[in-house]
């Protein structure tokens, strides 16, 4: 169940609700609206009078399973930070730069090229998930080091992909945001891990998750306690190969109706096809995405990874342009809360 | 194979070709490219001394399996005319209507309503596929008077669907554009049989149809002597029934690639979610689509049918209104062309 | 609703059932158990003053949407004949010859290799859905001439393809079994047309309907007043394209508890894959099918389509004494009304 | 590249080779064919002359990305002994169980019943992926004691899910054979784990992962030092809900085609359905699956988890007695390496 309590309340309403249900056996976490006001929730119920308590503004025993992701009994959406850069505000984010780190002076080159071009946030890999085990895995360390001397170098904050618990340390302590790739959105021991770590969380969606599992992979991360998801709709599989996957875009407005958290679009792996990079990332914006991650090098074909996806910085400015002018065109008449409403069904 | 006829031949250029190829047992079909030059699709092989004739500017041996279909050795797109509303010029027509026909006195309110928030071209069911041999069927040719009636008031032309080919003659007589729905994407007879009727086609995608077999049930309408196809993603099935079908995106820009005929999008169908409507359209257009197909109807919940999906005619003018100045943003710096070129893997 | 007509009761029973229905507007259809009982459909409801007939044993008012495929309120499961072969008697039935009828004398020479294999059914395609207009489309009225011939010769029923409601008066005058192949199962007025020739329909699954879909589109058979319905399972489509299709042979035990119609298997369709289909054969067996269709050719790389899942005689003969070895082994303790009771979920 | 070397070489030789290879900065490994025989698999090009070297008896260049896990270039299938149960032999081994370990005497009686049953490896669950934080995730270590203890009162070897690489050694502890569940077959940190665990691997195919990418993932712990991988098909996702998921029979004889390691089949998960369970393992043997996994409980709609798809211990026993009838009726034609060379295409 869900208890909510006002943003006016004294912290010990939050205490109270927390201790009663604890009492009683049940397992309790309270979520920060971000405007002062908390969610508590309880798995179990407990009846209305261990709940009589100042602050309590609402009891609500039906609810999505994910308790802690849904929209439902929230009135803001959540903005997510990593470093300075606020995710979810309107404005669109975009994450650019390799599918993989090679070497220093490449990473800092890119970091230039795609801060220059409006990126706000660069993507690196260093620990690679590869189909085989004779591929390169990432340089490990090293590439978490080249891309912190390239944060050092333009400021820009890093998001950079984790693939074990025990990773977890090692990559919070180089980068601001920890990437879950699609092929972990079902490792729950990792979520766990990531949940602890005190960083905010890309959430990739698994290639063949439903848009529930994949809030409900959210709400493993929520539930031991870090509140800073963002989703990212990345492809799911189908039967067309025409493309490498389906870039499911009915998922961004349809995950934003039934959650607060920020949604944003990976155009790269959704298509896997250069050309379809561009138009499948303003469509990701016009579907309602708070943003963008998109592999970006100076010499697409020579990449160590998904040359065939990857774009030029001169294309990522041309994106960023656009993509910016179209959220603006679009943002006048659109409101994530009046979408809610509208949604009847 | 396929031989390109310069603008400024003769039309003799082209009877020659089609006849040596004929006098070689060949099957060969010549198509306009619509600025004066014609492309002659070849079923065979034929050598150069055969084709040593006045006007011929190019012959091309390896191609896609859709010859007629495939922009290779084109210069320009494809617009279609249905009545007096092109498309495929970079402005998107929108067609919209209800799901069915249900009597003169709606369909000709719904048309009036829909042509004020701007659309420009009417659709609604007079022969309905439907899951159930007892369900509704549609009016049949009651529904094709009707919407011929709204059409004389309103003067938008309308788009039906045709389900076999004993009925094209009878949709041909009284709508502007035939529609050849998902289910019968596949089905070759009637391909073949609107493909001989003089009017415009609106081919929608087969829904787990992939990008190439739908271009190979276009260039079955093309082989058949009708250059006027449009094709209509909307939405596959995928493993994922949080919306009805899974809109693919990725097909616009990609068949845009591949092929010189427009492409529109169904929303309505491609989410089958009412308050996702809005926002995929918008993506449909942002991903390059020449146009949308929406069902929509003054009372969506009291509807015949895919009351679900269906949105109000206020919610169109907002999607038209947007979608345009959308369009316009993007006009600038996009070319389908330039984008052909730019597709290097 | 369902009424249950005892196998004891007068003819007048149905008759007078069926004539209230009709007073009270309704759709209704008689069909018979093969036991001498009957069932009525009836798409709308009545009061049970108006069912208080003699010969009514059971009123049903909440069942499938399939309500005259459906096994509820049946105790038997329909044996469907084709010529003088029964389907559905717990022994299998194999119809086995080549993809595409190619001439007389080999269509002959295939039918006696397949008769001497142990089939018992005589398959051959005359009309042929290609994916390419370009492609053969097969010999039509001359294809089945040959297949008539071929069943002469050796007595082997035949069962070919009808792709449009005007090629079912042809199709049926030839042959002993019509086949709607797996694009048209959701091509209605083909159905419907079907339903309406007084011969057996072999209803083939579409490669992305889902289970309940299909048992629909043989309600639209039954509904038409055609009892005699084979359902066969021939591969959906899925995300791995190292099979053609992925033979679902989930599908198999879960048709015949849904449904009282017997159901094969086409592993060759199923598979693609010429060195699966005997396992793949065995398999559908021990799901519980009630036979095979599978294409069959002297010299399979010759053949004229599909070669690559075409098997030669030999392998059929070895499929066909294993199949009915493995059928009587299972034989024993199975039985598909128990196999029913026990689903209680 | 493959390096064959013969029965009858000196243990050098195959040293030799791996020195060569590694003196030139390339990944190599040894895996035994079982028979004596070594295959060399290296990761990179060496010339013929660095392996001119007495025993080696072939070089093979060109050959799958599995480059340990293929059939290619062996002559005999490998058989993993868990316990002292072979698998692999072409008797087939049934694994039964209950879905999650409840308590001891539970375990300790499911483990009696399943024996009786002629089970011979026991199944059971102490780390439980699930999909929401909130349900139960296993007893954990407390779990693996249990079925310890079920091991030592009935000597049957068990079988149990690792989640995550830290968890390997507790695993390997207790249990028999590791268990990597769909959920992370792409975890490629726990596939080097339980590659180097000396423990046999039961390898579950992820539910949208194609058979090759299952291979590469086998890859994984065979180039970890592991040769003891048994694969199992559990049913992929797909669009048809109506099953929980589809198994995919399939690909059990192309698994078997492709690699010399055993695959076995998973009904339970495979259908989710009770009443499926029963027929579809015995397709699953006579597609030719190496054995089965069943999920058994003596009261199956109290089971703690997937209920609806466990089955009686009664049901178990005929599920065996029959599958046992029905491969030794197979087995008299079959030879998985004459089907090898009987696939052409």
Same mark, same amino acid.
């Given at each position: 169940m869900l208890v909510r309590i006002a943003s006016h309340a004294a912290d010990s309403s939050t205490e109270i609700v927390l201790a009663n249900a604890i009492a009683l056996g049940l397992d309790a976490r309270a979520l920060s609206d971000g405007h002062g006001g908390v969610t508590v929730a309880i798995d179990g119920d407990m009846?209305?009078?261990?709940?009589?308590?100042a602050g309590v503004v609402s009891i609500q025993r039906k609810h999505k399973p994910y308790m802690l992701a849904t929209r439902e009994n929230r009135s803001t959406s959540t903005v997510v930070m990593v470093g300075d850069v606020p995710i979810g505000t309107g404005?669109?984010?975009?994450?650019?730069?390799?599918? $993989?780190?090679?070497?220093?002076r490449d990473t800092v080159?890119?970091?230039?090229? $795609? =801060?220059?071009? +409006?990126?706000?946030?660069?993507?690196?890999?260093?620990? =690679?998930?590869?189909?085989?085990?004779?591929?390169?895995?990432?340089l490990g360390e090293e590439g978490l080091q080249h891309l912190a001397r390239a944060r050092d170098l333009t400021g820009l904050p890093v998001v950079s992909e984790v693939m074990e618990p025990d990773q977890v340390g090692l990559v919070a302590h180089y980068s601001d945001m920890l990437q879950v790739g699609a092929r972990n959105m079902h490792n729950t021991p990792?979520?766990?891990?990531? +949940?602890?770590? +005190?960083?905010? $969380?890309?959430? =990739? *969606?698994?290639?063949?998750a439903t848009v529930e599992e994949w809030l409900m992979s959210a709400e493993y991360i929520l539930a031991s306690g870090n509140p800073d998801v963002v989703l990212c709709e990345r492809g799911i599989r189908s039967f067309d190969t025409a493309t490498r996957f389906t870039l499911d875009l009915n998922a961004v407005p349809l995950a934003k109706e039934l959650t607060h958290l920020p949604v944003i679009v990976d155009p790269s792996h959704g298509t896997g096809k250069r050309s379809l990079v561009e *138009?499948?990332?303003?469509? +990701?914006?016009?579907?309602?995405?708070?943003?963008?991650?998109?592999? $970006?090098?100076?010499n697409p074909?020579?990449?160590?990874?998904?040359?065939?996806q990857t774009i030029t910085p001169d294309t990522l400015a041309r994106i960023i342009r656009k993509g910016r002018a179209l959220t603006e065109l679009l943002a006048e008449d659109f409101d994530p809360i009046a979408l809610t409403v509208l949604s009847a069904d």
């Open positions: 009846h209305d009078g261990a709940l009589d308590i404005e669109p984010v975009v994450m650019a730069g390799p599918c $993989v780190i090679e070497n220093e080159e890119i970091a230039r090229m $795609v =801060k220059d071009a +409006g990126a706000t946030i660069l993507r690196g890999g260093a620990f =690679k998930p590869r189909s085989s085990p004779y591929s390169f895995q990432g990792l979520l766990k891990a990531v +949940g602890r770590s +005190g960083k905010p $969380v890309l959430l =990739k *969606r698994g290639f063949s *138009r499948m990332s303003l469509a +990701g914006l016009a579907a309602g995405a708070d943003g963008l991650i998109i592999e $970006v090098h100076p074909d020579s990449a160590a990874c998904d040359a065939s």
